[in-house]
């Protein structure tokens, strides 16, 4: 049996550790920016035993306009057969980023792809070719994703045009 086409959990808040899953704010207050936001495990809602909610408030003051969670794998992934990053999630309806790292430094390139976030619990399948190479919020030139890549650090943008709050829930992000 192949193993590498199977589901291989990247995080999964059932048996994430400690109460924020490991997920750290890198909102745009490095920049100056006003945004804010918090990473919550819960437990308690109906229709998941446990999930991830990233909150807070998207503020376009001083340069600003995105609020960023990033979590460091306790194992880099490797890629091997993958083909895409599936998350079940749930949200306000508004469009966030998936992020993905090779490196497990902080600034570093940050592969993104777009997933919007309907009310309801639904299941997304990015595709690694839409991922696109950007630093900074700039799109830079990378070689594409080959078997052979490392993921040490996955994370989520609320990037708006407008200010606001965003409300985002996450029960699990995996390659497939």
């Keep these: ?27 745009d207050q490095v920049m100056g920016g006003r945004s804010t936001g918090t990473a919550q495990l819960l437990t308690t809602d109906a229709d998941r035993v446990a999930h991830l909610q990233l909150s807070g408030q998207v503020s376009l003051a001083h340069g600003g306009g995105f609020a960023s969670f990033r979590c460091r794998l306790t194992a880099p992934q490797p890629l091997g057969g993958a083909r895409s990053v599936v998350l079940v999630l749930r949200g306000d309806g508004g469009s966030y980023k998936c992020c ?3 490196q497990s ?5 940050q592969w993104q792809a777009e997933v919007e976030a ?3 619990w639904t299941t997304v399948s990015l595709p690694l070719s839409h991922f696109v190479a950007r630093r900074r ?3 830079i030139h990378e070689r594409p994703w080959q078997p052979d890549d490392v993921i040490h650090q ?12 965003f409300d985002l829930h996450l029960a699990s992000i995996e390659l497939a």
């Excluded at 430094?105 to 390139?109: F, I, L, N, P, S």
């Excluded at 996955?154 to 709050?165: D, L, N, Q, T």
């Design 1 to 27: 049996m192949n193993t590498d086409a199977l589901p291989r959990d990247l995080w999964r808040a059932a048996t994430a550790q400690p109460s924020d899953g490991g997920w750290m704010g890198l909102h």
């Design 118 to 120: 309907p009310p309801d």
């Design 137 to 139: 919020g700039r799109e």
């Design 100 to 102: 993905l790292h090779r």
């Design 105 to 109: 430094e902080a600034d570093g390139v």
């Design 154 to 165: 996955i994370g989520i943008m609320a990037v708006r045009s407008e200010p606001g709050p």
